[in-house]
Nanobody, 125 residues
Framework: QVQLVESGGGLVQAGGSLRLSCAAS????????MGWFRQAPGKERDFVAA????????YYADFVKGRFTISRDNAKNTVYLEMNSLKPEDTAVYYC??????????????????WGQGTQVTVSS
């Protein structure tokens, strides 16, 4: 089992940047595929980005391609989400998630077994 704690959210103006971090504790971090999801008020939780266990493969939602970058540091048990050129529509609670299932599907929330508590990102216009 793994515990996830997100940080780095906050209020930023449109066009600004934030870096989210997700610190993991418990079982060996490198055993997990990692993902970021977000949920805006009144909307479903959406896939944002994911990364495989070694960090060699990354996946992005179309609406963040070219603006967001996911990365991980297995030595620090941390996954990051660098967010640039932020837009008001990026406002949401951002969740970190971990998966240890063999049939991991990076974009599917149902394949992630562990979730953080979320961190609020608010982008003002």
């Amino acid at each position: 089992q793994v515990q996830l704690v997100e940080s780095g959210g906050g209020l930023v103006q449109a066009g600004g940047s934030l870096r989210l971090s997700c610190a993991a504790s418990g079982r060996t971090f490198s055993a997990y595929y990692m993902g970021w999801f977000r949920q805006a008020p009144g909307k479903e939780r959406d896939f944002v980005a994911a990364i495989n266990r070694s960090g060699t493969n990354t996946y992005y939602a179309d609406f963040v391609k070219g603006r967001f970058t996911i990365s991980r540091d297995n030595a620090k048990n941390t996954v990051y989400l660098e967010m640039n050129s932020l837009k008001p529509e990026d406002t949401a609670v951002y969740y970190c998630a971990a998966s240890d299932v063999a049939g991991w599907s990076p974009r599917s929330s149902t394949t992630y077994r562990y979730w953080g508590q979320g961190t609020q990102v608010t982008v003002s216009s």
